[in-house]
């Protein structure tokens, strides 16, 4: 549920953004969700198309690339993805640890 507001201030920020550029109306906004980010990307392009409806992103494409978690191995230090229920790294069957990759939630840029 909580997409809701977030979605709501990304609307807010490419408002921003066209006014700044003198533009009436966005393209595309382009958004980085990892998986871990605590945010759903599929709601987040339900309440896009909501809210979007009677704002300056009623005709812009919503773009959301997805960001997979990585762990990175305390031994060899190499990132990799993880398998259920196990931390051991493919390579060298070491211990991996959780890193930022996957916790990203930013807006990448916006296309008026
Ligand atoms: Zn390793």
Redesign the pocket.
Known sequence: MHEYPITKRIIEISEEFAKKNNADDIKQINLVVGDYSGYVASSIELYFDLIAEDSICKNAVLNIERVEPKLK??????L?KRKPFSFA????????RPTEIGQEFYIKSIEV
Do not use: A, V
Request: glycine residues 20%; negative net charge.
């Open positions: 191995c305390s031994d060899c230090g190499k990799f790294c493919p390579y060298c069957q070491g211990e991996g």
